[in-house]
């Protein structure tokens, strides 16, 4: 019997996701990352899922890639192996950072390496004052990879990256937030409450400009001003007419009233 390695409930609204590892530390192994992705699937296009919010069982947020299943038994099996297993977990990180709703990271303990990744992937981070977190790759001989370089030199100032990743020293929840590698550090006790307020507020929101808006803050990231300024006319206007009532009608004359074929000519406005 293969282990439940993701947990989730749906709760008003609020997909509650867990990596559900907590006697390994939640380290992602293959396994986790497949399901992840199944779950991520079935969460992302339901009705009653607003925000998605992204935590731990027991102590761990995550502890990074699994040493043992990610890194030594993948490459025993060869290069093709590691590829599928990488592609795998940059899979589904990349699925989350572009996903429907807003996501938030409850960062409720441990979070190593490559958990650096779904991280930087959550649209908001929430840390408890509890959690640690380490670029410990250093402290096992390799550099920051699956990304976790690129979040810090996105997130940390130049400095705060080169000293977190150069000495794979722990950093706690407050010094997190300090960073900006969180939004927030806050006691463990009261983190869900807090989370959970966020997550109502931007259920209040309309889910057509929160998704708009989140897309356009990673995007316009990499854009010059004048291409900043040029993609949010654009997306503003697809916003706007995501409910565009004349496709709408021209559906309906094809299928319901069947009085024009779309091949053929155009609908009658
Ligand atoms: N990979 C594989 N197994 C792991 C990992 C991991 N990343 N993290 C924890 N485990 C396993 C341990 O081997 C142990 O297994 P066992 O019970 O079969 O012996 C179990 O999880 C519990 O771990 P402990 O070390 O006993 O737990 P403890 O609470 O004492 O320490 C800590 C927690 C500090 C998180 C420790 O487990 C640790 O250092 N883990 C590795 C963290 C890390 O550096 N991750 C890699 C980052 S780099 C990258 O992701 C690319």
């Excluded at 996701?17 to 991520?40: D, G, I, Q, T």
């Excluded at 927030?184 to 959970?196: D, I, M, N, Q, W």
């Amino acid at each position: 019997m293969s282990e439940e390695t993701v947990a989730f409930d749906i709760e008003n609204g609020i997909a509650w996701v867990r990596f559900n590892r907590p006697e390994k530390r939640n380290c992602m192994n293959p396994a986790l990352n497949r399901r992840m992705m199944e779950v991520l699937d079935q969460l992302e296009f339901r009705d009653d899922v607003g925000v998605l919010v992204l935590s731990g069982e027991g102590n761990a947020w995550s502890a990074g890639m699994d040493l043992k299943e990610y890194f030594r038994e993948t490459e025993a099996k060869g290069l093709g192996a590691v590829r599928k297993v990488q592609a795998e977990a940059y899979g589904w990180w990349r699925r989350l950072r572009w996903y429907r709703v807003p996501t938030i990271a409850m960062v409720n303990g441990w979070c190593f390496g490559g958990g650096y990744g779904p991280l930087f992937a959550c649209d908001l981070a929430f840390a408890a004052d509890e959690a640690q977190f380490a670029l410990s790759e250093i402290n096992w001989g390799i550099l920051p990879g699956g990304g976790a370089t690129k979040v810090v030199v996105d997130l940390l100032s130049m400095r705060d990256a080169m000293y977190h990743a150069l000495t794979g020293e722990l950093i706690d929840g407050r010094k997190a937030a300090a960073w900006k590698l969180v939004n927030e550090s806050l006691p463990l006790e009261g983190l869900k409450a807090r989370v959970t307020e966020v997550a109502n507020t931007l259920l209040k929101k309309n889910p057509v400009a929160l998704k708009a808006t989140k897309d356009a803050i990673r995007r316009v990231a990499e854009m010059t001003y004048d291409n900043a300024e040029d993609y949010l006319v654009r997306a503003q206007e697809a916003a706007n007419s995501f409910d565009n009532q004349a496709r709408k009608e021209g559906i309906r004359q094809f299928i319901d009233e069947k009085s024009y074929k779309p091949g053929l000519g155009a609908y009658d406005k």
